[in-house]
């Protein structure tokens, strides 16, 4: 897996500022309202299966009363377990009534403040993103000591996990700036990174950037 180049390949189309040294280190710190909004590998360890790694943008927000809200990655099961909460409101804060079944039938979501979670779903470009990204995970979250809340979008599934490859990441077969490629297979590999990733790359900080606009576009 070569993230660091795939990533830096973007942040030369993009900006921002890069920072990356070992393998699969790279940060990307791009702006957004005036705020850093950073991408990079979050690092989980599965005990002897190894560590795996989730894509993850993160942008801080400031909202007038603290508010948690997690909406999960669509799954197969998510249909019949947000059945099952339709009948039972009120489980550990998951709701499912939020007008909007497009985008929340296969999604789980979790939030202590279901009138203004509503009126985030209610916005277009979150919902568009949402459905642009099935296999990304939303959460909001708030700072400590009353500060600023942080918005993160990962990816469910690792990356480098047996299973898939997180949800359409393309991060190169190889390093592609050794110095054992030709330079047609470099070109070649760039052009993959910038087919591929760049596109997946594009969705996922554009939900990101929605989810802000969403949680900001109404008063608490």
Not at 140 to 161: C, D, F, Q, S, Y
């Amino acid at each position: 897996m070569s993230w660091n180049e795939s990533l830096y390949q973007y942040h030369k189309a993009r900006g921002g500022q890069f920072l990356a040294g070992e393998a699969d280190d790279g940060l990307l710190i791009l702006t957004w309202k005036d705020r850093p909004l950073a991408v990079d590998l979050s690092m989980v360890t599965g005990g002897r299966s190894g560590t795996f790694s989730y894509v993850r943008a993160r942008v801080p927000v400031t909202l007038a009363k603290p508010y948690e809200l997690t909406i999960g990655a669509e799954k197969a099961l998510s249909g019949g377990v947000n059945t099952v909460l339709k009948s039972v409101s009120g489980i550990a804060g998951y709701s499912t009534d939020f007008g909007c079944p497009e985008v929340t039938k296969k999604r789980l979501i979790r939030t202590e403040n279901i009138p203004f979670t509503k009126l985030v779903l209610g916005s277009l470009e979150l919902r568009n993103a949402l459905l642009a990204c099935p296999e990304d995970k939303m959460e909001v979250r708030p700072g400590p000591g009353g500060g600023p809340h942080l918005i993160t979008v990962t990816t469910a599934a690792a990356v480098n996990g047996l299973s898939g490859d997180g949800g359409g990441w393309y991060l190169g077969s190889r390093d592609y700036i050794s110095v054992f490629d030709t330079e047609e297979e470099q070109a070649r590999e760039a052009r993959q990174v910038e087919e591929k990733f760049f596109p997946r790359m594009d969705r996922f900080l554009e939900l990101v950037r929605a989810a802000y606009n969403a949680v900001t576009q109404w008063p608490m």
